[in-house]
């Protein structure tokens, strides 16, 4: 039996998928390939971290908050969330509900009786009872064939010295869709849910999964998700002064959040009117829909320096919603273009995912032959071609080949690690420091690029170690924000008029911009 166990599901993630990769049974399924551990158990110790925030990991964070929000409320209707997993009419076998459906299950449309006010009953009347427990798996309905068959199948909530344990029952977890995706985030706010409302803390969340696995299309994706030790604060769930600690103060919170996210979908959503969301976690979160409907400064602004503002800047920007173009405090969105940290946030998520790809078959051929012969004919390579596109590589594969080569010849200069994660941290640093520069006359900055690269070849002899990674940071800040604006201009054409050499490329790499963007069912896929 594999176990693994950390404070937080960002610090257990890497974990997971190592030893999947490295120790797991190799299997068939529906779906192909899949590494797997049998009867596995994931024990966090800390749940309440719950965004996930593993480098390269890319959750997205809107459809976790989403999804959460339409279980507790006990739905099952597909049309309202399709507005966050465009995906989820796929597993319906009806095209309206997902038949499997969590919030039916637990709450009281689905068996008759509201199975979460019946635990919290049961531990409010005998904190040590060992009878509170949901079950979601029907089989009276459930053992018929059908897309949507529920994998976590049973909870059971132990309320022991001051603390209440939480166990999840899953027959089939995968573990990037369903378990990092949402099992993860929704099963742990259910827990701090039901400990504030019974007055204890939040003690253990433990996961006893049937069949643990990663799909084959995830293999290469999750050797590059790596653990980040930084922690940041949470925004705890609390109800407020003014209402008691029931359940039925719970569903008036939830009412108030949906007809809020309504109000985003329109574009109306207001400062003023988030004071009736009185509750900090579920207020965040409305804050953070507030953001993925209108796009509006003000909304991140609320969350800076939490866990859920960190876990929205590394959710892919392309899986946020055409911004409403204003509010009813007369603040405007952006439109349907993406903000300058928008099209960052994507750009970084495409760069990273096709230079891990191009490292791993190419390694160190770029500079076999040393500077001269290798390094500075492969940039000069790419100089030549800038403003040139063609069939078979855009303007922005040229821009993004180069400026990932000024990267890479940065780090062979100061004889430190060329590959991905030297490689991403300083293509972060670059866009930092660029993001504000939009929409650049590129034509004007080449002819000036290719005259300053043409002058540091003739001269270059004269140029000591400092000198050449002075000229590499300023031409890494010169070209990254003439790329980005590039390439994003180069999708937005390809969604008009069909894709270019770009999309073509992008389709080449499974694992690229689209393959990361967590369109998932959510936990009942497999």
């Not at 290719?450 to 000591?464: A, E, G, T």
Request: with cysteine.
């Amino acid at each position: 039996m594999s176990r693994f166990e950390a404070p937080t599901a960002s610090e257990v993630l890497p974990q997971i998928l190592s030893d999947l990769l490295e120790l797991g049974d190799e299997v068939g399924s529906r779906n192909g390939r899949v590494k797997e551990h049998l009867n596995a158990q994931i024990v966090l110790t800390d749940p309440q971290q719950r965004e996930i925030l593993s480098i390269n990991r890319k959750a997205n964070v809107f459809a976790q908050i989403a999804e959460t929000m339409w279980v507790l409320a006990g739905r099952n209707d597909i049309e309202w969330l399709s507005a966050y997993l465009p995906r989820a009419k796929d597993y319906s076998d009806d095209g309206e509900t997902w038949r499997g459906g969590y919030g039916p299950r637990i709450r009281d449309t689905h068996f008759g009786f509201d199975q979460l006010a019946h635990v919290l009953d049961l531990l409010q009347a005998d904190p040590l009872s060992r009878r509170a427990v949901i079950a979601i798996y029907d089989p009276s309905v459930d053992s018929a064939p059908g897309k949507d068959i529920p994998c976590n199948d049973f909870l059971q909530f132990q309320s022991r010295l001051g603390a209440l344990h939480m166990t999840v029952t899953v027959r089939s977890n995968d573990v990037m869709w369903g378990w990092s995706g949402i099992n993860a985030f929704e099963w742990s706010t259910l827990q701090e849910i039901v400990a504030h409302l019974l007055g204890i803390t939040v003690g253990t969340l433990t996961f006893n999964i049937g069949s643990l696995h990663l799909y084959g299309q995830h293999w290469d994706k999750a050797r590059r998700i790596e653990y980040e030790p930084a922690v940041y604060p949470v925004v705890p769930f609390q109800m407020p002064d003014h209402m008691g600690r029931e359940l039925e103060w719970v569903d008036i919170l939830l009412d108030r959040w949906f007809a809020w996210e309504g109000l985003c979908r329109e574009g109306k959503a207001t400062l003023e009117g988030l004071e009736e969301i009185d509750e900090p976690l579920f207020k965040s979160w409305a804050a953070a829909i507030a953001y993925y409907w209108q796009r509006e400064e003000r909304w991140l602004l609320m969350l800076d320096g939490t866990a859920l503002a960190v876990a929205m800047a590394r959710t892919p920007a392309s899986v946020l919603s055409e911004a409403r173009t204003a509010s009813s405090s007369g603040a405007v969105g952006v439109g349907h273009n993406l903000a300058a940290h928008e099209r960052t946030r994507a750009f970084y998520g495409f760069v990273t995912d096709l230079h891990a790809k191009k490292h791993a078959s190419y390694g160190n051929s770029w500079k076999k032959r040393g500077e001269k012969m290798s390094i500075l004919a492969n940039m000069a390579r790419k100089v030549d071609r800038l403003g040139v596109g063609d069939e078979f590589d855009s303007s922005a594969d040229t821009l993004i080949d180069l400026l990932v080569y000024s990267i890479k010849y940065g780090c062979w200069l100061g004889g430190t690690d060329d590959g991905p994660e030297k490689v991403n941290f300083m293509l972060a640093q670059f866009l930092s420091d660029s993001e504000e520069c939009v929409d650049q006359a590129a034509d004007i900055a080449i002819v000036d690029i290719v005259d300053d690269f043409n002058r540091y070849c003739d001269n270059i002899d004269d140029f000591n170690t400092d000198q050449k990674l002075a000229f590499l940071t300023a031409l890494g800040l010169r070209v990254t924000p003439i790329a980005r604006d590039v390439w994003y201009e180069e999708q937005q054409n390809d969604k008009i008029h069909g894709p270019g050499a770009a999309a073509v490329l992008e389709a080449a790499y499974e694992d690229g911009m689209t393959a990361s963007y967590d369109e998932y069912k959510g936990a009942d896929s497999d």
